[in-house]
């Protein structure tokens, strides 16, 4: 299997933090994005979309979407639960992180590491600030009484969320006023077999 992205990217750091948390062996071949390496004519063969991460299986199906590609490589495992009714919380919180989360905390994140916070975006910045939180909020609701977001253990919904979340002070966002969220993050970090984006 091989899995195309850059691991600094949370979309494509939560599959690799799930393949080492599974043990799933794979070659990662990194993407350079701002040299524009997702739209050579190979990357679009693969994603015509031009976004990171895809995921080629050793039978040659080609997967894109990393929530999607989570799925494919959480079913059967301890992270994606047997019961519907807890697949669907899992669910809720995937589609949370890529229509409500990951627009605000990855953006912002993108403005101000790696544009370096240019003066024509600072406006869209602020206002992605302002969205963050209010995600950020959700979450910290959500965790004062419970360990973990979807159910009572760690789920894909945990990874999912973490990936931007972890390095959300990148972006700006202040995570000191929400314990709970810190305290899931240590939690996420104490996983057997964890490994950081650095890694």
């Known amino acids: 299997m091989k899995i195309y992205g850059d691991a600094k990217s949370g979309n494509c ?3 690799k933090l799930l393949c080492a948390l599974l ?12 040299r524009g390496e997702s739209r050579s004519d190979e990357f679009l063969a ?5 976004q990171i991460p895809v995921c080629v299986t050793d039978d040659g199906a080609i997967l894109t979407q990393s929530n999607a590609i989570l799925y494919y490589l959480g079913q059967g495992s301890d992270y994606w639960p047997d019961d519907p009714l807890a697949q669907t919380r899992v669910l809720e919180w995937q589609f949370f992180e ?3 989360h990951e627009p605000s905390i990855a953006v912002a994140r993108f403005i101000k590491l790696y544009q ?10 602020n206002a992605k600030l302002k969205a ?3 995600a950020l909020a959700v979450m910290e609701d959500r965790l004062q009484s419970h360990d973990f977001l979807a159910t009572d253990k760690v789920s ?3 990874v999912s969320l973490y990936a931007y979340t972890h390095v959300a002070p990148e972006g700006g966002f202040d995570l000191s006023s929400y314990p709970a969220i810190r305290a899931w993050i240590s939690r ?9 984006m650095d890694d």
């Open 13 to 15: 750091y939560k599959l």
């Open 23 to 34: 043990s799933i062996e794979h070659e990662w071949i990194a993407v350079d994005i701002l």
């Open 156 to 158: 894909l919904a945990d």
């Open 46 to 50: 693969m994603n015509p979309n031009g």
């Open 116 to 125: 370096g916070m240019p003066a024509d975006r600072q406006d869209e910045y």
């Open 98 to 100: 890529q229509y409500t």
């Open 188 to 196: 996420v970090q104490s996983l057997p077999a964890y490994r950081s």
């Open 132 to 134: 963050g939180y209010r």
